[in-house]
């Protein structure tokens, strides 16, 4: 996992976007972190992407614990808020892929509000299901026409860390950034969780809450699992044997 914080990653983003080299940035959380130790697809795009940034407390939490290493935080839907502003003042293109075509014309609609002169170069809703080559490649194909300077994706993790590996030779665009739910918090679709939840890892709980029917099933699963993750940590740390740089490595 990357150790640098929001200002490190506006910094490096804004790099990418100079030199026009091609990158993507991951945020990863203690879902995805559970699902790399299984999926070695996922695995392998956290290595390939780059950055990897902490996006939720409990994994920045275990990393604070087992390692030396010092993560920072670093919130999709803050990232957004933040890149979006500074695209506004130096004439960043974005892009916008993932979620519903209406909930996708409002969260454009809110950003040029919020950040007058904000450049949108377009947005698209692909379908949920697994799209055929030809869909992927007409997307793209759309995707490279609107010529974005920063990509944001939206289809959720691990789906949209897959894609990002995927298909980075594909896109042109120098930066593509998978946010999961930033999508929905910026558009107004849902609400996110208060500051003081945020601030101490129980951001999770107050989707669960949320959107019991989706997520509920996610969590039983993920909340022991992790928990397992975090045992065989300590007992490695404990017996003095290397636990590695994070659990995203």
């Not at 996006?55 to 275990?62: A, H, Q, S």
């Not at 390692?67 to 890149?83: C, I, S």
């Not at 944001?152 to 860390?161: C, D, S």
């Amino acid at each position: 996992m990357s150790l640098t914080g929001k200002d490190g990653a506006l910094s490096q983003i804004e790099n990418w976007i100079a030199s026009r080299s091609p990158n993507f940035v991951c945020l990863a959380d203690a879902h995805c972190a559970v699902v790399s130790t299984k999926n070695r697809a996922l695995h392998n795009a956290y290595q390939t992407a780059g950055l990897v940034l902490g996006d939720g407390m409990p994994l920045i939490l275990m990393c604070k614990l087992l390692n030396e290493r010092r993560p920072q935080r670093v919130r999709g839907a803050d990232l957004m808020r933040e890149l979006c502003g500074v695209s506004a003042e130096r004439g960043y293109r974005n892009f916008f892929v993932g979620g519903r075509t209406e909930a996708l014309s409002e969260l454009a609609k809110r950003l040029t509000e919020r950040y007058p002169g904000l450049p949108i170069a377009g947005f698209i809703s692909p379908p949920f299901r697994e799209m055929t080559d030809l869909e992927s490649r007409e997307m793209i194909r759309r995707i490279n026409q609107a010529k974005p300077d920063i990509l944001w994706v939206g289809l959720g993790a691990p789906k949209q860390e897959l894609w990002m590996a995927k298909h980075r030779a594909e896109i042109t665009a120098p930066v593509m950034i998978g946010v999961g739910a930033a999508f929905d918090f910026l558009s107004g679709s849902k609400t996110e969780a208060p500051l003081w939840m945020q601030r101490c890892g129980c951001e999770w709980l107050f989707r669960m809450c949320s959107e019991p029917k989706r997520l509920s099933r996610r969590y039983l699963h993920v909340v022991p699992s992790f928990l397992g993750l975090l045992f065989i940590g300590v007992l490695s740390r404990l017996s003095g044997a290397k636990t590695g740089a994070d659990p995203i490595s």
